[in-house]
């Protein structure tokens, strides 16, 4: 018997890319949404490598209509069809956290979709607009894990989503101050997750 084609390989984010744009010193423009699904079996989960990817928002470096990262990422996996008598556990990593406008489509697609466990691990806070604290208490509230980038996770994507130029073991450089800085973010982001407005 013949063996079928051979996967297609994964497209990887270029090196410095990834470092341009997930550096928490720095505030680029872009947003890049790195993401993983894992079939989760009792205690165990499983990789489901064919929705593993990353995708940038769109339209603000070409004049045209903007879009989102998560805006693209909620199209792209309502395309995926996941069984809904499944559990799957969705985990994505993204250069600056939702702004208000996605956080509503988040929680709306977590409501409507209760098989699939969300986590978001954000390089950098998105401050520009007033409302962000009551969105990411929003998207807490509705069942999504919402935290900053560590190490680990830089070190994950840097693993994951990057292409190394065939050098496949190529460490993570971490910049300056990243474990300063990440440590003093995620200590903010704990501040708004526990100030509920009265």
């Known amino acids: 018997m013949a063996a079928g084609p051979a996967p ?100 709306k697609f977590l409501r409507a979709n209760g098989h699939i466990y969300l986590r978001i691990f954000a390089a950098r806070i998105y401050d520009r607009f007033p409302g962000y604290e009551e969105g990411l208490r929003a998207l807490n509230a509705a069942g999504a894990e919402v935290a900053m980038m560590t190490f680990q996770e830089f070190e994950h994507c840097w693993k994951n989503f990057v292409d190394h130029k065939q050098d496949e073991d190529k460490p993570f450089p971490p910049w300056d101050k990243l474990v300063l800085r990440s440590e003093g973010l995620s200590q903010g982001l704990a501040g708004i997750l526990q100030n509920r407005e009265e």
């Open 8 to 107: 297609e390989a994964r497209p990887l984010m270029d090196e410095q890319t990834f470092l341009d744009n997930f550096s928490n010193l720095d505030y680029p423009r872009k947003t890049y949404l790195c993401y993983e699904v894992e079939l989760l079996v009792g205690e165990n989960s499983i990789p489901l490598d064919e929705y593993k990817d990353f995708l940038h928002n769109e339209g603000a470096d070409m004049g045209l209509e903007r879009r989102h990262a998560e805006l693209i990422f909620l199209e792209r996996m309502a395309s995926w069809n996941l069984d809904t008598e499944l559990r799957y556990r969705v985990t994505c990593f993204i250069s600056w956290s939702p702004c208000a406008d996605c956080v509503d489509e988040l929680v």
